[in-house]
């Protein structure tokens, strides 16, 4: 039962009114509702109507979230998933027992179901006039500030049903979240790619440069890591013979949360035999310029200040020029460790440390480079030191064929022309452990069944990941990540902080 003494003053007086229902025979949770229309269903069957002696008789239930008792009688607004839509409530018409409940049992809210005719007020809003009505769901805790939302950020993360449940903004964001997925669910399968499903509990993890989460299978009796990406299975997949595969699923890396960033976070991945790298930036392209003319019908989408276009093409920077044009360092001419320190010292540059040559350079690509790209923008052409899964250049063994996509100063997008040769494959792994012995702690690790795959011969192939959570910060013109994840990682209570993000 509940513990009456540890409830506040709002919770005891609608727990009290819940008890009183019950008192007369009513349930204050009844099992199911019987209703018919929705609030926007109901408005548009009285205009409908062929006159107000034909107008239509409804059952409408929601959220209640506006009450105005006035003696004899009582308004009220609903809210479903339409919208909403007012009550009338008169004691003439509903009697005096189910009046009186009106009156001093309802609260905001309260979820409902009311019956009557639909009429129109002397202002002319659409209205049910109330012949009968029950309690569907008696809300213990009231809402927050009298519907205008929870005022702190933390808060409304961590109650998300009460950020939902006061504010539509908040859940046309999900709802345009959901549109984009099926856009590109929709094109992706015009293109005769298959939707698959790999593992999420992975005996070794791989697919990016990332710390993983570890958990324990006790029937096994074995660590298994959740995934930090699926490439590796989908990659499996083209070697058992489908050509053209992607998966939108949730992977997860052992990482600090910020404005981009979120431990749990939704991608997909694609994989194309016979393909290449500029395949993948053509079909990057086609698919978020069409999912953009889906879900918003332009191809022109306000973000903060800037107003970005979609339509392609999008430009093709080399990776080392936008390094050179940013900060002057010529990454091609500082190929070790200490002569990249050198070159970034000597330019009065300010960068974290890092353990190894590659990670440096994307260092200093993602403090001076990165936030300067607005508009979508290709970045190819990556070191193969910090690329072990992708095809070197044929003119450039330190160079791969991989390109990041960046929109509104942040990657959402990385692919490679898929590295096959097992040998190769191997050699770079085993250089990845070095990397870690240096101190890389997101170093890949040796996958052995991967390797063993690529002996049974993989076609040459273009891959792209996507970040489904950044598109639709894109698409929904949201600073931060949280804003498009319905329940974000957050710290314990104790420990978070009072600001909206970790620094």
Known sequence: MVDLNQLNEYQRNRLEKAERLREQGIDPYPLRTRR?????????????????????RVIVAGRIVALRVMGKVT?????????RVQL?????????????????????????????????????EPTVRVEAWRMLAK??????????????????????????????????????????????????????????ETPILQPVYGGAEAEPFITHHN????????????????????????????????NFRNEGVSTKHNPEHTAMEAYQAYADYNDMMNLAEQLWYRVALDVHGTAQLPYGEHVLDFTPPWPRITLRDAILERTGVDINAARTLDALRDAIRQRGLRVDEKPTWGKL????????????????TFIVDYPREISPLAKQKPDDPDTVERFELFIAGMEVANAFSELNDPVEQERRFEAQQANRAAGDTEAHPMDEDFVNALMYGMPPAGGIGFGIDRFAMIFTNQKSIREVILFPTLRERHEESTHEEEA
């Open 361 to 376: 350079v994307d260092e200093l690509f993602s403090e001076f480079v990165e936030p300067h790209l607005i508009q979508p």
């Open 139 to 196: 809300a213990l805790n009231p809402p927050p500030e009298k519907w205008h939302g929870l005022s702190d950020v933390e808060q409304r993360y961590r109650y998300r049903y009460v950020d939902l449940m006061s504010n539509p903004d908040v859940r046309r964001i999900f709802e345009t979240r959901s549109r984009m997925i099926r856009a590109v669910r929709r094109f992706m399968d015009e293109q005769g790619f298959l939707e698959v």
């Open 219 to 250: 029937w096994a009796k074995r660590d298994l890591y959740l995934r930090i990406a699926p490439e590796l299975y989908l990659k499996r997949l083209l070697v058992g013979g489908f050509e053209r595969v992607y998966e939108i699923g949730k």
């Open 36 to 56: 018919t229309h929705t609030s926007r269903e109901a408005i548009q069957a009285l205009e409908n109507a062929p006159s107000e002696d034909e107008a239509p």
């Open 75 to 83: 308004f009220a607004h609903i809210e479903d998933r339409d919208g």
């Open 88 to 124: 009338f409530f008169q004691l003439n018409t509903l009697g005096e027992d189910a009046y009186t409940r009106v009156k001093k049992l309802l609260d905001l809210g309260d979820i409902i179901e009311a019956e009557g005719v639909m009429f129109r007020t002397r202002t002319g």
